[in-house]
Nanobody, 124 residues
Framework: QVQLVESGGGLVQAGGSLRLSCTASGHTDSIYAMGWFRRAPGKERELAAAIDWTTTSAYYVPSVKGRFTLSRDNAKNTAYLQMNSLKPEDTAVYYC?????????????????WGKGTLVTVTS
């Protein structure tokens, strides 16, 4: 079992920045990848970014590439999603999720553990 706790959400104006954190506990040695998904009001859950837990190679969907940066602190078992140049369309609940095997990117069903989410609201 892996437990995930997100933090760092909040209210920000368009153009601003936020940094989300996801701290993993439990059997963290079983983590293969971590992803940040988001669910905007009235929309399906979608991947924003993902990171290979071992190599720290990151993947970003086109809508966030160049604005979001995903990183990891090994010692703290924590991943960070730095979000810059935020837009109102980034408003969503952001969820951290991990997989214990190679995930099918952008498929939430391939993730094994989920946090409870943190709300990000971007005002225009």
């Amino acid at each position: 079992q892996v437990q995930l706790v997100e933090s760092g959400g909040g209210l920000v104006q368009a153009g601003g920045s936020l940094r989300l954190s996801c701290t993993a506990s439990g059997h963290t040695d079983s983590i293969y990848a971590m992803g940040w998904f988001r669910r905007a009001p009235g929309k399906e859950r979608e991947l924003a970014a993902a990171i290979d837990w071992t190599t720290t190679s990151a993947y970003y969907v086109p809508s966030v590439k160049g604005r979001f940066t995903l990183s990891r602190d090994n010692a703290k078992n924590t991943a960070y999603l730095q979000m810059n140049s935020l837009k109102p369309e980034d408003t969503a609940v952001y969820y951290c999720a991990t997989s214990i095997s190679a995930p099918v990117l952008e498929d939430p069903e391939s993730m094994d553990y989920w946090g409870k989410g943190t709300l990000v609201t971007v005002t225009s």
